[in-house]
């Protein structure tokens, strides 16, 4: 699925209002890791950050949010074939499916001015069924997979 297809599928753009309709939001029936209870979130576009990067956003607590980054393949080192195996253990069709990456801030080391270094969640990737407007944070198996992988600048 194409980040076009992805935001446009989730309720994210430019008609997306400011506060999320039911149609924009995504339930996580068992919430997030840490937030139990955090289960409806809206994916928003990111105004002032790095090019690709959106914000999951509770719907309920807006204070509480995620910078994700849509995984779209390409030079970030994850198995087509394990993204596949979390589908079908999620019981989410492939053709419905879309994979959100959650990505974490740290201050430059390079001082002032300089642009935060940025890691992405590759062990846990959240997994979006776009048909059903559902989502998981799903542990994949391969220990492999870093929690904390560093992404390009330019991510």
């Known amino acids: 699925m194409e980040i076009e297809q992805v935001t446009e599928s989730m309720g994210v753009g430019s008609a997306m209002a400011a506060d999320a309709g039911e149609d924009a939001t995504i339930l996580f029936p068992q919430g997030l890791p840490g937030f139990p209870a955090a289960t409806r979130f809206a994916l928003r576009p990111l105004a002032n950050g790095p090019q690709g990067l959106l914000l999951l956003q509770s719907v309920d607590d807006p204070d509480l949010r995620f910078l994700v980054l849509p ?31 959650v990505v974490t801030r740290q201050p430059a080391e390079a001082g002032p001015g300089a642009p935060p270094r940025l890691f992405a969640n590759l062990r ?21 997979y870093a929690f904390r992988f560093p992404l390009p600048a330019a991510a």
């Open 71 to 101: 995984y779209l393949g390409g030079e970030l080192p994850l198995r087509r074939s394990d993204l596949d195996a979390a589908c079908i253990a999620l019981g989410i069709a492939a053709e419905h499916a879309a994979v959100l990456l």
């Open 124 to 144: 846990a990737p959240v997994v979006l069924d776009t048909l059903r407007r559902t989502a998981v944070q799903h542990v994949l198996p391969s220990p492999g």
